[in-house]
């Protein structure tokens, strides 16, 4: 347990450190490229103006209201306190509305979209990829091909395609949003039932991409495990084929995890880019209508939460890596 | 060198993928030579459908040829909507004293069934329960339907410039046909308009070209640093190592989109050049060229003809270049490859949400996928605007990937089969 415990503070101490690296990246990149966020929106709100008095009162304004008067080093602690009451500005769009406001009705969107669809995906992949190393022959010279294929298809085409073909050539599911327009957010049937159907598109759209890429990485993974010595002197010793695949499974799915917590980055942006396809009340349509109305604190919000659940993620992953995998626990122990 | 080659294009994976990106290379060197019009000239309107446009006013002018064909079918399959022809089906089954049930549903085509029911009706025939309102839709049918079946053509007038008066100019009977040969004046659109008016084909060719420039560009900048890096921190170890491992791992984790789109919104509309935004792809997807790079650098660092070249007293920049290199060129290849697919799709990821390159001047696919979604192409049923812009990055993505996975089999023998 003591080798655990060392095990999982490393993590958490590594993963602090780079969310604290994520936050500076998060506050200092827009700032340090050489297009100027309040000058954008200055000159929106003054379009139209002639007096130049008026035109500098509101440039001096803006400037004040994002603190980018002060010193970059009094800016960003003004930022970190702000962050630590969760505070994340105020949107240009929806004024008054708080960025965290905004930011909290579409997360739980997100969440209860991407993580089952990511881990639904994942596993199917892993399932197929074994099944195709193991079987071989024409099974998996026709699924090979194809799994590469769609996993080549970007997440957002495969979304388009599934949004045409169900919902708009077949109208099987509703095209966009998360809930039917004419309903209220409430706990009854109706409304229930009309999330679930829209769900059924995003969904499966994420699914189908994650699919692709982790059937190939399985396959390979346990074409490599099953040419390894250990198969073969099981083979030698008459152990059942049931037996030995169990085996490989689980030695190909260690490196599978780890992959995981590689591209989950990856995956995350793909799907957010699916959600903005069908207008799902998630993240990524939120950062698409901030991008379209250069609303910039929503913009860097949106990219904060992200990463940190990105990282969040991740580190639960190594945390179950840790315990799952035999390795780690004899590393500590030395 | 030419061993290696030969080896490689016996791979049956490599040579696919090799042969596709071969096909959509030559595709995009040779059609602008063939079509030589400006690929963002808006010549067409909103989403018009794939086909041949010809002019009608040519086409009345155009030398006339009678062919003995059947037009009053097509014409009336046509004009009949889907509805109208319920509606026939609702009478015959309904109203109907004298058809047999089986012979409305024997009648699937759209011909049959304005057949069977040009055949039955009967204005005098009781509908029992209708309203008036319903009946006279009947009679309105029966006779838009009588009118295209007796119609005899159309007479041509024009307007006498000096006495304003309505002259025949020519009469068009129901069996004229013209050769669209004759016509001068046509249009051939073969994957339809864009949102904008634009050919899509020509488009999408062109969008490609500036895409794959995008993803060499993006790739040769992410495998620069990446391979320098990793060349550095796998080799020198040390200090150096470590900062650059924890560097590299924690952009691992860190979602490179997410980094993208803070640089891209930072630089605002008017500073995002389509190059710029390739090398600040290849800027942000580095990390994992060079994790691997430092790995197989590691695995060398101690080998015997490093160690020999380290006693003869060789500099570290020639170890590394001649002892190092060329035993991870191989792997460096199969990255660069994927670096470029992956450039290629940051790029149309980070166009969807509008922060892709800001430019009126050429198109990439990601650009023509933003186009289609903003103008909501699947909504208006126009799939020609995205569809083959999804299958042209597929297919890029896909034929690199192949070449990959060949590569990988050739260079790593356990996964040869």
Known sequence: MKGYLKYFSNKTAWYLLTLVVAVILNFLLPRLTPGNP?????????????????????????????????????????????????????????????????????????????????????????????VAAYIKGPVDKVVFPVFLFISNVPAFGMAIIILFVFGIYLKWFPSSGGYGFDLIPALNMKFILSVIRHYQMPFWS??????????????????????????????????????????????????????????LGTMVGGALVAEMIF??????????????????????????????????????????YGLIDPRIKTAQQE | MKYQL??????????????????????????????????????????????????????VDTQSYKINKDVVTGKLTKSVTAEEQQLMRDWLLNYCPEVKPEEVSDAKKAYDIIELWLQYYDKT???????????????????????????????????????????????????????????????????????????????????????????????????????TLGLLAGYVGGMIDNVITFITNM????????????????????????????????????????????????????????????????????????????YVASYVVMAYILQIASGILSEAQLSMIGLGPSTNKVATLGLMMNWAMQFQAPLSGAWWAFIPVVLSIAMISFSLNLMNTGLDQVFNPQLRE
Not at chain 1, 286 to 304: E, H, M, Y
Not at chain 2, 9 to 36: H, R
Not at chain 2, 266 to 288: D, E, H
């Open chain 1, 38 to 130: 309040v000058a954008t929106i200055a000159s929106k709100a003054v379009a139209g103006m002639t007096d130049a008095n008026a035109i500098q009162k509101v440039y001096e304004d803006y400037t004040r209201m994002f603190g980018l008067d002060k010193s970059m080093p009094e800016q960003f602690l003004l930022y970190i306190s702000n962050l630590f009451k969760g505070d994340l500005g105020v949107s240009f769009s929806y004024f008054p509305r708080e960025v965290s406001d905004l930011i909290g009705s579409a997360i739980g969107w997100t969440v209860a979209l991407q993580l089952p669809a990511i881990l639904v995906g994942w596993f199917l992949g892993n399932l197929l990829g074994a």
């Open chain 1, 206 to 263: 994420i699914v189908l991409t994650t699919i692709g890429g982790q059937a190939i990485g399985m396959r390979s993974m346990s074409i490599y495990e099953l040419n390894a010595d250990y198969v073969k002197y099981s083979r030698f010793l008459g152990i059942k084929d049931k037996v030995i695949v169990k085996y490989v499974f689980r030695n190909a799915m260690l490196p599978q995890i780890t992959g995981l917590v590689l591209s």
């Open chain 1, 279 to 320: 207008s799902y009340p998630g993240l990524g349509t939120r950062i698409l209508n901030a991008v379209t109305g250069q609303d910039f604190p929503v913009i860097s919000g949106c990219t904060l939460i992200i990463t940190v659940g990105v990282l969040l993620a991740n580190l639960i992953l190594e945390i179950l």
């Open chain 2, 6 to 59: 030969q080896l490689v294009f016996k791979s049956q994976k490599f040579v696919t993928g090799f042969v596709i990106f071969a096909a959509v290379f030559l595709l995009i060197l040779f059609y602008p030579l063939l079509v030589t019009k400006n690929p963002l000239e808006m010549t067409g309107g909103l989403f018009y459908k794939p086909g041949t446009y010809v002019s009608v006013t040519d086409a």
């Open chain 2, 125 to 227: 025939v009781e509908m029992e329960g209708a309203t008036k309102a319903v009946k006279n839709q009947y009679v309105r049918l029966y006779d838009k339907v009588e009118n295209i079946l007796e119609s005899e053509g159309y007479i041509v007038s024009r307007k006498n410039a000096e006495t304003g008066e309505m002259e025949e100019v020519a009469a068009i009977e129901t069996k004229e046909f013209v050769n669209v040969k004759d016509i001068p004046n046509r249009v051939t659109f073969p994957l339809g308009t864009d949102n904008f008016g634009r050919d899509v084909l020509t488009e999408l060719v062109a969008a490609t070209r500036t895409s794959l420039k995008i993803g060499l560009l993006a790739g040769t900048v992410a495998t620069a640093i990446g391979l």
């Open chain 2, 251 to 326: 952009f691992t984790v860190i979602p490179s989109f997410i980094i993208l789109i803070l640089i891209a919104s930072g630089l605002g509309q008017a500073g995002r050049g389509a190059m710029l935004v390739a090398v600040v792809i290849g800027f942000t997807s580095w990390p994992w060229t060079c994790r691997s790079v430092r790995a197989q650098t590691i695995s060398l660092r101690n080998r015997d003809h490093v160690n020999l070249s380290k006693l003869s007293g060789h500099s570290l920049p020639r170890i590394v270049l001649t002892d190092i290199l060329p």
